[in-house]
């Protein structure tokens, strides 16, 4: 009983932080304020007609901006654009084929919600998905965690495999449950997990020197992720590209500060890499999941789903595991430069929307034969997908009220 008024009084103290984010009107009118007269000052250094993306990083961050309509209340001569922050959008078709050819052989798959419906770019014996390996008798089980796929593989006793599909978010789970040994000797893993910094880096790289899209002068680094590797993970950006980057929190208010410190830092010619999210991220990260990750998995280049590869991007297990490696223990070959093959559907442009390049509704597909319960592209299958987010939700909420106040509307 304790236990549970101490729980339940924690999640009021929850309730009460979130809800003073979400809806301290003043303080977004303020902080709206300020952008855009820092957007003014900006522009009068750079010419009235000068335009410049912020790119958030994480789906989460997107949702945020999507949902409560924050580019309605960005000055003109900034856009907000999402990056690769959805690690089901970029994990390559043949992955899916792989698993799908292992479910139709006999071998219990268990993956994330959102990964069940993804879709292949080749048919493997009729399936285009796993749910559609499901149709044709594969027994494909959705889990939420590591730990679920572990002990339900325990108690059937069936050869699995666990798609470990993410960002540094749940290499350390992953790791722990290999260290501590809580993984039956018939689960392996299929460790796809993905590095963002070098993404981000690709990202803003391969833009740079774009002379028609605007250029891209902050990020708004991904908060979650940086709970793991600290905010020290994206100083190298900043210096690289001498671009301010602010690791944010997820609520309105979070990404409204994030960008009134992008612009500031810009207005006074600064690039650093700072922290907005301070009541979660650190400087140094979790030390301790930074070690666990270093003793269990091998940095490798890695395939990112129509883009190719990226260097040092991705995760797979060291040989110390390797009886619980699905690559070896399958046979299943990794990707090379050479055999990977560009894996989105014709007219498809999540590429170009992965790294910021464009936005949904450039893609001429976009709402029309790829909707939600359509999906013709792997960004508009994950929640976190950009696609997705974009026809799910519209501006509106806390925005349109600040947007009315401020005269915007
Ligand atoms: S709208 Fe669909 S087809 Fe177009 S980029 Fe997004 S996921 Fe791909």
Not at 138 to 152: E, K, Q, S
Not at 346 to 373: E, Y
Request: with cysteine; net charge positive; glycine share 10%.
């Amino acid at each position: 009983m304790v236990m549970g008024v101490k729980t339940s009084d924690s999640l009021n103290a929850i309730k009460v932080l979130v809800d003073s984010f979400r809806v301290n009107l003043p303080l977004a009118k303020t902080i709206v304020s300020k952008i855009w007269s820092l957007a003014l000052e900006l522009g009068k250094r750079y010419g009235e007609g000068f335009r410049f993306k912020i790119m958030d990083f994480c789906g989460t961050h997107e949702w945020t901006i999507t949902y409560f309509g924050i580019r309605s209340l960005m000055p003109p001569s900034i856009e907000l654009v999402a990056g690769p922050g959805c690690p089901v959008c970029v994990t390559p078709s043949y992955f899916i084929e792989e698993a799908i050819k292992l479910a139709l052989d006999g071998v219990t798959i268990y993956t994330y919600g959102d990964v069940y419906r993804l879709r292949s770019i080749r048919f493997v014996r009729g399936a285009g998905s796993l749910s559609d390996a499901k149709a044709l008798g594969g027994d494909i089980r959705v889990v939420t965690n590591i730990l679920d796929a572990a002990n339900d593989a325990k108690s059937r006793g069936r050869d699995a495999v666990f798609m470990g599909i993410g960002f540094e978010t749940v290499a350390p789970g992953y790791a722990q449950a290999l260290n501590r040994g809580l993984i039956p000797n018939n689960l392996k893993i299929l460790s796809l997990v993905k590095l963002t910094p070098p993404a981000m880096f690709y990202s803003i790289d391969v833009q740079k020197g774009d002379v028609i899209e605007p250029p891209i002068m902050g990020v708004i680094a991904p908060g979650h992720v940086s709970t793991i590797t600290g905010a020290k993970a994206w100083a190298p950006v900043s210096e690289s590209f001498r671009i301010p980057v602010v690791v944010s929190g997820f609520e309105p208010i979070d990404v409204l500060a994030s960008i009134a410190e992008i612009l500031k830092q810009l207005a006074s010619g600064k690039a650093e890499t700072v922290i907005e999210y301070t009541r979660a991220v650190t400087w140094q990260g979790d030390l301790k999941a930074q070690s666990l990750i270093a003793n269990t998995f091998e940095i490798v280049d890695d395939a990112w789903r129509g883009i190719g590869f990226i260097p040092k991007s991705g995760l797979r297990i060291k040989d110390r595991y390797s009886k619980y490696d699905a690559f070896k223990v399958y046979g299943i070959k990794d990707l090379t430069p050479d055999s990977w093959r560009y894996d989105l559907t014709p007219g498809c442009r999540c590429a170009d929307v992965i790294i910021g390049k464009i936005k949904p509704t450039q893609c001429p597909l976009f709402m029309k034969s790829c909707t939600p319960s359509t999906p013709v592209g792997p960004c508009m299958v994950s929640i976190e997908g950009t696609c997705s987010i974009w026809a799910r939700f519209g501006a509106g909420g806390l925005a349109n009220e600040i947007a009315k106040e401020l005269g915007l509307l």
